[in-house]
């Protein structure tokens, strides 16, 4: 809001400047006016004294000056002509009658008549008491007949003032309209100034509420990004967050392959992605360029390889790096033609690429720490710590959705002989082999793991004895068919043992469902090998005295009071 006392002060001086300018205009306008009134009394004077000079010979001793000079032609209402003695007797007066003339009052003190006197000429403006106006007096002394007589001219100034009255009330007037005028433009004005700025304010307001909103929004993406564990939440987050700070943009994030041959569209937000999901970094301008490259603008109509399929796109490509390296780009579609990208949400896009480029590193870094930290190296599958984890999950979720799990434990046969014949190169070799078959037989809730050695393990959800059976079946013969050389020296035919049980039948936890897979395990080893052993089969395959043998020897090794174990094997 303008201040009020800012407002009325250009009013207020403007007021006294004109007032002051009235006040040298009025003084200077008089003075303008006696000057020209002077002048012309003057004039006037050369008339009357030229005519008195032409009747100079009738001036006698005797000789009535006062109706002489009444009759002169420039006598009038208005002018009012005197002829003074020296001595300041007044012996000629037009505005005087006879009676009047004898009894004025000497006007030897006059300060026409004293200038007159003793310059020659002389004026002067003051209250008349005969006329009881103020008046003009203009004078010169003039020798009649050898006698010197002070001509006194004077004209009433009320006509003069009362023209000096109408131009300033005319002046003033214009002064009081063009106050009047100024007063209201600056009211008007100042309430158009102040509209104005109110809705500047508003719009400032809403900018920074605005700009705190995605300030806000970009600072929780970086923290929920920071939480994240997979691509997955990844997903989920930047398809919640990003449409709020970028608006209806669709958009996607594709990132560079470890072999760096290759990006992946990994992230996407807003309507189904049109361009490619798989790309070279040769296709994209921006990579090439090493900055944002737009693809329509007025310098250029250059679209990505990657959106070659929509012609005249609008796409913004921005690189996202970490750590001094480009790990892919961020991909902002806004249609097609000649659509202007508003500045603002083209800032926000480097704001956000920025933040997915540092997040988006980070989760990456914790994925390969985290499938480092839960995979075996040599094999690559998971390890011994996952598959506690994992299956600890899958039998809780077992217990809850009413579904079966099935453990397979696998052992390769003789890997022992590998070894000490061929090498533990060879070995290792047959062991990445045969965990790169596992990895391919396996579907994407079923997990392999590499338990130590030889020893390895599958989990299967939702399969039961006979589908976890026939599965271990397969894998058994595929790894009967593996014929692997190493070093040009071939390794022979291969086997793998396999044990099967399941959960939550006859297994009730995931401890007995790892004593009854290796049970399983040791009697198809006890078969001769390269075959799958089931729970249930080996249950069948016991006496009743080996059972209560075998559970009584469980139960042996269970206890640490020898007494019990004693009295338990008396009965």
């Known amino acids: 809001m303008v201040d009020r006392k800012w407002q009325t002060l250009p009013i207020l001086i403007l007021s006294l400047s004109m007032l002051v300018g009235l006040y040298v205009f009025y003084t200077t306008l008089e003075r303008l006016v006696v000057q020209h009134e002077s002048d012309r009394l003057g004039s006037l004077m050369s008339d009357v004294i030229y005519e008195i000079r032409e009747d100079s010979h009738t001036f006698t001793p005797g000789m009535d000056v006062d109706d002489y000079i009444g009759d002169l032609t420039q006598a009038s209402t208005n002018l009012r002509i005197q002829v003074i003695a020296t001595d300041g007797v007044v012996i000629g007066d037009t505005d005087l009658s006879d009676h009047a003339l004898s009894n004025v009052e000497n006007h030897g003190d006059r300060p026409e008549v004293i200038q007159a006197l003793s310059d020659g000429v002389g004026s002067d403006v003051r209250f008349s008491t005969v006329t009881s106006t103020d008046r003009i007096y203009h004078s010169v002394i003039e020798p009649v007949n050898g006698t010197d007589y002070v001509i006194v001219i004077s004209s009433p100034m009320y006509q003069l003032k009362q023209m000096n009255l109408q131009l300033m009330s005319i002046l003033v007037g214009m002064g009081v309209l063009s106050v009047g005028f100024l007063v209201a433009i600056s009211i008007i004005s100042n309430r158009q100034i102040n509209q104005k700025v109110e809705e500047e304010q508003k719009k400032q307001d809403e900018r920074i509420r605005q700009r705190t909103h995605e300030i806000e929004l970009l600072h929780r993406l970086a923290n929920m990004l920071a939480a994240c564990n997979n691509m997955v939440e990844a997903q989920k987050i930047v398809s919640d967050i990003l449409p709020r700070i970028l608006g209806k943009v669709n958009g996607s994030v594709s990132l560079m392959r470890s072999s760096r041959n290759q990006l992946i569209t990994q992230l996407d937000w807003g309507e189904a992605w049109p361009g490619s999901v798989t790309f070279a970094p040769d296709e994209c301008w921006s990579l090439r360029k090493g900055r944002v490259h737009q693809s329509n603008n007025e310098f250029h109509t250059l679209s990505c390889a990657h959106m070659q399929d929509i012609e005249h796109n609008q796409t913004l490509c921005i690189p996202l790096t970490a750590h001094g390296n480009t790990i892919g780009i961020m991909h902002l579609y806004f249609g097609q033609g000649d659509i202007e990208i508003d500045p603002i949400t083209e800032q926000l896009a480097f704001s956000v690429a920025e933040h997915l480029g540092l997040a988006l590193a980070n ?209």
């Open 363 to 571: 989760l990456s870094l914790q994925e390969k720490l985290r499938s480092q930290a839960l995979s075996d190296p040599l094999t690559g599958l998971f390890n011994r710590r996952f598959f506690e984890q994992k299956l600890a999950e899958l039998t809780m979720n077992s217990s809850s959705n009413d579904y079966e799990v099935s453990l397979l434990m696998l052992d390769l046969d003789h890997f022992k002989r590998f070894n000490d014949n061929f090498g533990h190169d060879a070995g290792d070799y047959v062991l990445k082999e045969i965990s790169s078959l596992l990895k391919n037989s396996v579907k994407d809730d079923e997990v392999a793991f590499r338990l130590g050695g030889e020893e390895l393990a599958i989990l299967l959800p939702s399969y039961d004895v006979e589908a976890a059976t026939l599965f271990a079946e397969q894998i058994c013969q595929e790894v009967r068919g593996m014929h692997l050389e190493h070093k040009g020296l071939s390794l022979g035919q291969l086997g793998v043992s396999i044990g099967v049980s399941t959960f939550p039948q006859p297994a009730s936890d995931s401890e007995s469902l790892i004593k009854m897979a290796d049970k399983a395990l040791y009697m198809a080893k006890d078969l001769g090998r390269s075959r799958v052993v089931n729970h249930l089969q080996y249950k069948h395959s016991k006496t009743d005295a080996e059972l209560l043998e075998l559970e009584l020897a469980e139960f042996m090794s269970s206890t640490q009071d020898d007494v019990i174990v004693e009295e338990v094997k008396e009965a």
